[in-house]
């Protein structure tokens, strides 16, 4: 089954909430698609020393949680990026389950484009805070 929500049938402050886990994989796949291997994600030695204590996640792999959500789930399928703000506010760790929030804050009715608010917690503390334009998928 395909997700898809039209432009027109999107209405603002509607949102969708998902969950994902953060595993040691999911860390090291990412340091390997984006090649970024700082050792603050992947060596717990030098983690260890750092003012995480711990290995910590890639912001940008949280960030791409908000990016699989738009594009798979809400609005879905088809949708386009125009643009995201991104502000990481806590660190996540290995097996913490990230919950992502989206919610629709208003819409571009001259372009049929959206702004979403975009919302992950840990625990329910926010870990990252950002806003995305995106443009829905449009009935033809």
Request: hydrophobic share 40%; net charge positive.
């Amino acid at each position: 089954m395909v997700n898809k929500i039209y432009f027109n049938n999107l209405k603002v402050n509607q949102s969708y909430t998902d969950s994902i886990k953060v595993t040691d994989l999911s860390i090291k796949k990412f340091a390997s698609a984006s090649g970024d291997k700082n050792p603050i994600h992947l060596s717990d030695k030098f983690a260890k020393k750092s003012i995480f204590k711990s290995r910590i996640a890639h912001g940008m792999l949280i960030a791409s949680f908000i990016s699989s959500v738009i594009g798979n789930k809400f609005p879905g399928n088809g949708t386009i990026y125009v643009s995201q703000d991104l502000k990481f506010k806590r660190p996540v760790k290995i097996n913490d389950i990230v919950k992502i929030k989206i919610i629709v804050e208003k819409k571009i009715l001259k372009k049929s484009w959206c702004q979403l608010k975009t919302l992950c917690y840990v625990k329910n503390n926010l870990v990252l805070d950002g806003t995305a334009v995106v443009i829905p998928p449009q009935k033809k």
